[in-house]
């Protein structure tokens, strides 16, 4: 017997509208209604505004800050589960309080794993997300997770770049990881910048390890928050003798003063994706679109096909 393929639909969550336009584009469906209706209090409440009943949905949301983009995820799962829609699934392009993936101190939350939980009992079947801070994340979840790779995004445009002398570095020690895995695809060396910091966001001091003299660095990491610790990693990495330095990062949190740190850095360029929209245009920001990869990737669930085909570079 053939498989069957039910209809499928898109829909956008407030906080990501232009990517999950750009998703649906790609995929080759317009993007379906959804209204956001507010109280005077600050309340909102989604509600779609056509038929979903027996269809695979997939609800397109980043969940950074504000809570209210997490908020409105939710609820609009709730909607489609009472709507009667066949299979829900979560698409995540970025995972927020993911950098709250264990207790690495006594009291603390662990917010990525509270987030699972309140996705799941929602009524989610599974969740389709990007560059998670922690791989194992995926395991906070009992339902299929696809984890999309921004490399394959991020590859062709370095090398699009024909730097002579590339070498990967990580901005930390907790990166070095995703650093090797990247310069793998260029058969690249590693460099790392080992970093102490005071508390969260303010660095103590940073080294490197590893020579950059005459390099061409790329920076890789998957968030770009305050952007401190690329400027300052940038800085050291040129006061070392490298030829240019430069940054990849997944995804664009840039609060704070972020903009401004990134304009005054030593950083030719930062690359990002839309994961999240920027606050603001920049001459020194590259942003490069997931829509085509997060379309091939619904087709695939839909289809009952491969994801790790989309791994490929």
Do not use: W
């Amino acid at each position: 017997m053939p498989l069957q393929f039910n209809p499928v639909k898109i829909f956008a969550g407030s906080g990501t509208k232009d990517l999950a336009q750009k998703i649906a584009e790609a995929y080759g469906k317009p993007l379906g209604d959804v209204t956001l209706s507010r109280f005077s209090d600050g309340e909102f409440q989604p509600s779609f505004d056509e038929s979903i009943r027996g269809c695979d949905v997939f609800l397109v949301q980043s969940t950074y800050q504000p809570s209210d983009n997490l908020m409105e995820l939710l609820l609009m799962v709730d909607a489609a589960k009472r709507a009667s829609a066949h299979y829900i699934t979560a698409v995540v392009p970025y995972y927020g309080l993911a950098r709250q993936d264990r207790k690495d101190k006594p009291r603390v939350a662990i917010g990525a794993k509270l987030v699972a939980n309140l996705l799941k009992s929602a009524g989610i079947h599974r969740i389709m997300t990007m560059d998670l801070h922690a791989a194992q994340i995926q395991g906070f979840f009992d339902i299929p997770v696809d984890h999309l790779d921004g490399s394959v995004i991020f590859v062709p445009y370095i090398k699009s770049l024909g730097l002579k002398n590339l070498t990967i570095a990580s901005p930390d020690m907790g990166g070095s990881y995703r650093a090797r895995t990247f310069a793998k695809f260029f058969n690249a060396e590693v460099v790392i910048c080992d970093k102490r910091r005071l508390r969260a966001n303010e660095i103590e001091s940073m080294s490197i390890i590893g020579d950059v003299t005459g390099q061409d660095i790329v920076l890789m990491d998957d968030i770009c928050d305050t952007a401190g610790t690329l400027a300052k990693a940038a800085a050291l990495i040129m006061e070392n003798g490298a030829n240019s330095v430069r940054a990849v990062c997944t995804h664009a949190v840039l609060s704070g003063k972020a903009y401004e740190t990134i304009e005054n850095s030593m950083l030719e360029e930062l690359i990002v994706t839309d994961t999240i929209p920027l606050k603001q245009e920049s001459a020194k920001i590259k942003v490069l679109s997931t829509a085509k990869l997060f379309a091939k990737a619904i087709a695939n669930v839909n289809e009952h096909g491969s994801i790790s085909d989309l791994f490929r570079v």
